[in-house]
């Protein structure tokens, strides 16, 4: 199972929401890879720590050779040498790089935007893979959703987020039906959830009418997750008992449980 983590407004939780539920799958066996496509390298510093800012290989290497015309025949790096062990059992991290903006247009003029796909294809021994991508519809976001079986969208409960909502289903449409159409849009997560504020339970409530895919439950606000980043420890492994954490873990199981009946 593949899952891309797409919005292309930022600020609206990609990377947390990436990490922990990548993180509860590892944390119940399953052997789980996380790719870091966000040039602002959140994931990788979420999962590595300070590790994240003295590695010797990144995603930036990876998309770097595509664009290296090999003429000599030496030995070139395979895909799997760009994944990386966290500090977690069964989680890894294919980590991202600022550089990785410098390639993007490049890398679209080449035509090397089904490249992920292909080597995700051939790739073995993961049980979940997930994908956090830039808050941008570029050749990143791009590859990630036309390299993945399924889409969540983080969703911000402000009327900005719900604006950017329409346009963002519009696009990943698109490139379901022009490259991916076995593209499965999961549902919208709902995030920083306030139950005692008006505009969150009023806009989730309008999304709902209109036939939105919202999945529960919702994730609420907590300030439990910037210490979960600054501890660079996900939050089923730093407060394993906490209400957030207990709501990651129902929408994991919920996610799960739909793909099974399908």
């Keep these: 199972?593949?899952?891309?983590?797409?919005n292309q407004k930022g600020g609206v939780g990609k990377t947390t929401i990436t990490c922990n539920l990548a993180a509860i799958s590892a944390a119940e066996g399953k052997k789980t890879l996380v790719i870091d496509l966000d040039p602002q390298c959140n994931s990788?510093?979420?999962?590595?720590?300070?590790?994240?800012?003295?590695?010797?290989?990144?995603?930036?290497?990876?998309?770097?050779g595509l664009l290296a015309f090999n003429i000599f025949g030496t030995e070139e790096l395979k895909f799997e040498d760009y994944i990386l062990e966290t500090p977690f059992k069964n989680l890894y991290v294919m980590p991202s790089h600022p550089d990785?903006?410098?390639?993007?247009?490049?890398?679209?003029?080449?035509?090397?935007?089904?490249?992920?796909?292909?080597?995700?294809?051939?790739?073995?021994g993961f049980d979940?893979?997930?994908?956090?991508?830039?808050?941008?519809?570029?050749?990143?976001?791009?590859?990630?959703?036309?390299?993945?079986?399924s889409c969540l969208i983080p969703f911000d409960c402000?009327?900005?987020?719900r604006n950017a909502l329409y346009r963002l289903l519009t696009n990943v449409g698109e490139i379901k039906c022009d490259h991916n159409p076995?593209?499965?849009?999961?549902?919208i997560v709902v995030n920083q959830y306030q139950s005692r504020a008006k505009l969150p339970v009023k806009i989730v409530k309008e999304l709902i009418k209109e036939g939105?895919?919202?999945?529960?439950?919702?994730?609420?606000?907590?300030?439990?997750?910037?210490?979960?980043?600054e501890k660079a420890s996900p939050m089923i492994f730093c407060e394993p008992k906490h209400k957030l954490t207990t709501e990651y873990i129902k929408l994991y199981?919920?996610?799960?449980?739909?793909?099974?009946?399908?």
Excluded at 182 to 187: A, R, W
Excluded at 253 to 262: M, P, Q, R, T, V
């Design 182 to 187: 076995d593209l499965e849009i999961e549902g």
């Design 1 to 6: 199972m593949r899952r891309v983590i797409f």
């Design 44 to 64: 990788t510093q979420y999962l590595l720590s300070d590790k994240a800012l003295s590695l010797k290989i990144s995603l930036f290497d990876y998309f770097n």
């Design 128 to 149: 979940y893979i997930y994908i956090d991508t830039p808050p941008a519809l570029n050749f990143y976001s791009r590859s990630a959703v036309i390299a993945a079986n």
């Design 100 to 124: 990785l903006d410098d390639l993007q247009y490049k890398l679209e003029s080449r035509y090397k935007m089904f490249k992920l796909k292909k080597n995700l294809d051939e790739l073995q």
């Design 158 to 161: 402000d009327n900005f987020s």
């Design 253 to 262: 199981k919920n996610l799960n449980n739909s793909i099974k009946k399908n």
């Design 212 to 229: 939105m895919p919202v999945l529960k439950p919702y994730l609420s606000s907590s300030i439990k997750i910037k210490e979960s980043h």
